[in-house]
C-alpha cells in the first residue's frame, strides 16, 4: 500500500452538492481538486456545466477545467492522461488528489487505469460510424451495438453517440472482443491507487426538485446566451462539447427545432434521466462508499466527518488529524 499514491474521488448525480463539499474537503484534508466532468473542461462553457467561478474556489486548485477550447473533442483517453499529471503534480506537493464529478466511465478508467489508447489511432472506422450517425440517427448505430454486445448497449444511452462509437471501435479493432468483456476485466485489476470512493447522494424527490431549481437559475444567468455566442463563434452543433446537456436544447431552440418552453422542459426532464442514469451506474461499481445526506442528518454525523473516518480507516489520512 505504501507504494500507492492516494486517491479521493468525490462522485455523484447532477446536483447533488458535489461542488460545495469537494471544497469543504479539501480545505479540511489539504487536498486539491481535479474535475472528472466531461464538459468543465471546455473554456467559455460556464453556467451550462455549473462550472465554479475561479473567484469562488476559496483558493483552491482546480485541474482539468477550462483546459480545451470548445472546438476540440475530449474523450476518457485525454481525461486518464491529464488527471494521472494533476495526480503527479499535487502528490509531488505532499497534498491529496481529490478527483470530483459525475462522469462515472471516466473515474472507471483512471481508477482502474484501464488502456483505450489503442483504439484511438487509425480513425476511419470512426468517421464511417459518424456518417452512419448524420444520415440515419443515433438509434441506427446503437441498434448495430446491439446486435454485437447487448450488455454494452444497455449500460450507453441510446442518444449517447460518443461512447456508442468507441464500444463499436473496440469492437472492430479488437477482432470481437466486447467492450462490457473488457471494462469487467479490466476492473478485476488491483487499482494502481490506494483510494477511497465516495458517493454522494440525496433523496430522489428532494434531487429532482434541486435539477430543476438549477436549470432555472442556469437559464436566469444566461445559458441562451451562452450557447448563441458559442454558435457565433463557429463551435459546430455536432461537436463533442455541444451534445452536453442544456448545450443541445438550447441549440436546438435556437435553430427552430423547439420553442423556448419546449427546449427547457427537454432539458429539465433529460437532466433529471442523466441524474437517474448516473445512480445506476454508481450502484454497479465495487468498493463506492454511499454518502446519505438524510441518514447522516439522523445519525447526527456529517458527511464530512463521514469521510474523514473512512479515510482514517484506509489509512489516507494520518489518525490523529482532527
Given at each position: ?31 486539491e ?8 473542461v ?41 488527471a ?54 443515433a ?69 429532482y ?18 450557447v ?13 462539447s ?22 427547457v ?22 468498493d ?18 463521514e ?16
Amino acid at each position: 500500500m505504501d507504494d500507492k499514491k492516494p486517491l479521493i474521488i468525490l462522485a455523484g448525480p447532477t446536483a447533488a452538492g458535489k461542488t460545495a463539499l469537494s471544497l469543504e474537503l479539501a480545505k479540511a484534508i489539504n487536498g486539491e481538486i481535479i474535475s472528472a466532468d466531461s464538459m468543465q473542461v471546455y473554456q467559455g462553457m460556464d453556467i451550462g456545466t455549473a462550472k465554479l467561478p475561479e473567484n469562488m474556489r476559496q483558493g483552491i486548485n482546480h485541474y482539468l477545467i477550462d483546459c480545451l477550447s470548445p472546438k476540440e473533442e475530449f474523450n476518457v483517453v485525454r481525461f486518464v492522461e491529464l488527471a494521472k499529471e494533476a495526480i503527479q503534480n499535487i502528490c509531488q506537493k505532499g497534498k491529496l488528489p481529490i478527483v470530483v464529478g459525475g462522469t462515472g466511465f471516466y473515474i472507471q478508467a483512471l481508477l482502474y487505469d484501464i488502456d483505450f489508447t489503442k483504439n484511438d489511432d487509425d480513425k476511419s472506422y470512426r468517421k464511417e460510424l459518424e456518417k452512419i450517425s448524420k444520415e440515419q440517427g443515433a438509434e441506427a448505430l446503437h441498434g448495430m451495438l446491439k446486435e454485437l454486445d447487448k450488455t454494452a448497449a444497455e449500460e450507453i444511452h441510446p442518444h449517447n453517440i460518443k461512447r456508442i462509437i468507441r464500444a463499436l471501435e473496440f469492437y472492430k479493432k479488437s477482432n470481437g472482443i466486447k467492450i462490457s468483456e473488457h471494462n469487467r476485466e479490466q476492473r478485476q485489476k488491483e487499482s494502481p491507487y490506494n483510494f477511497a470512493y465516495f458517493v454522494l447522494t440525496e433523496e430522489r424527490a428532494l434531487l429532482y426538485e434541486r435539477i430543476n431549481a438549477r436549470v432555472d437559475e442556469m437559464l436566469s444567468e444566461g445559458l441562451v446566451e451562452e450557447v448563441q455566442r458559442l454558435l457565433l463563434e463557429g463551435v459546430p452543433r455536432t461537436g463533442v462539447s455541444m451534445q452536453g446537456l442544456g448545450y443541445k436544447e438550447i441549440a436546438a431552440y435556437l435553430c427552430g427545432e423547439y420553442t423556448y418552453e419546449e427546449a427547457v422542459y427537454l432539458l429539465k426532464r433529460n437532466t433529471r434521466h442523466f441524474a437517474k442514469r448516473q445512480l445506476t451506474w454508481f450502484r454497479r461499481e465495487p468498493d463506492v462508499i454511499w454518502l446519505e445526506r438524510k441518514k447522516a442528518e439522523e445519525s447526527g454525523r456529517t458527511i464530512l466527518g463521514e469521510i474523514k473516518r473512512e479515510l482514517k480507516e484506509k489509512e489516507i489520512l494520518e489518525r490523529d488529524l482532527d
